[in-house]
């Protein structure tokens, strides 16, 4: 079906450790963007992009980085975690004028 | 970006129509007002998008009054399944050319009870 997914599901790491979330859809949509939800929290925009090749900042970007080389695929990087990185990620993507459509989400714990 | 006030909760039960007001004193003439539904371990889901007046889609209904500064999401005969938290977000479709930031708030969590 077509979509967003987003893997892994669930990860653990340590304090430190660096990993990449990864997304990609399949609905040729030029902006695709990624959050973050804390426990009992609303979504905060963690960075974003308009296509290939353009990447932005948003709402909480520290700790963070992406990048955008296809229109499919939009990574979420995290270099050293830290216990405060620890939530669940959320990837969407959009044409110009509709809605997200979101992923189910990364839930990340780091210890 | 226009900021949204929510109710934080609100209970209601099987069978009932449902009214959620968001309020969105700043909201620019180029913004939109999109809802979203989130149920637990889940991505939010698009609901529905409206500029003024009326939208109906297959889920719910979308009412803007002429000034904009508010929103109401209707839910006909709401059931057991429709609990989840409900998000009003603002912001422009792209228009500009810009990306689209849309912020969410902490949304109302939405319990409807048999």
């Known amino acids: 079906n077509a979509g967003v997914t987003q893997t892994p599901k669930f990860r653990i790491l340590k304090i430190g450790q660096s990993m990449t979330l990864q997304c990609a859809q399949d609905m040729n949509h030029n902006y695709m963007y990624w959050y973050r939800q804390d426990p009992g929290m609303g979504l905060k925009l963690i960075y974003y992009?308009?296509?290939?090749?353009?990447?932005d900042k948003g709402e909480v970007p520290n700790g963070y980085n992406v990048s955008r080389s296809t229109t499919e695929d939009f990574p979420l990087r995290l270099e050293l975690a830290a216990p405060s990185q620890t939530s669940v990620y959320f990837c969407?993507?959009?044409?110009?004028?509709?809605?997200?459509?979101f992923g189910s989400g990364t839930r990340l714990t780091v210890v | 970006l226009a900021k949204t006030t929510q109710p934080i909760s609100m209970d209601s039960y099987e069978g009932q129509e449902v009214n959620i007001t968001c309020s969105h004193n700043?909201?620019?003439?180029?913004?939109?007002i999109t809802w979203y539904q989130q149920f637990p371990s889940q991505g939010p889901r698009f609901i529905i998008q409206g500029y003024k007046t009326k939208v109906t889609n297959e889920v719910a209904s979308l009412f803007i009054p002429a000034d904009r500064k508010s929103s109401t999401l209707s839910l006909p005969r709401v059931s057991l399944s429709d609990t989840a938290v409900y998000y009003c977000?603002?912001?422009?479709?792209?228009?500009?050319?810009?990306?689209?930031?849309?912020?969410f708030g902490s949304g109302t969590q939405l319990t409807v009870l048999p």
């Open positions: 969407a993507s959009s044409p110009r004028e509709s809605g997200y459509t």
């Open positions: 992009s308009v296509g290939a090749g353009i990447t």
């Open positions: 700043n909201i620019a003439t180029n913004d939109y």
């Open positions: 977000l603002v912001g422009d479709r792209g228009s500009s050319g810009s990306a689209r930031q849309l912020t």
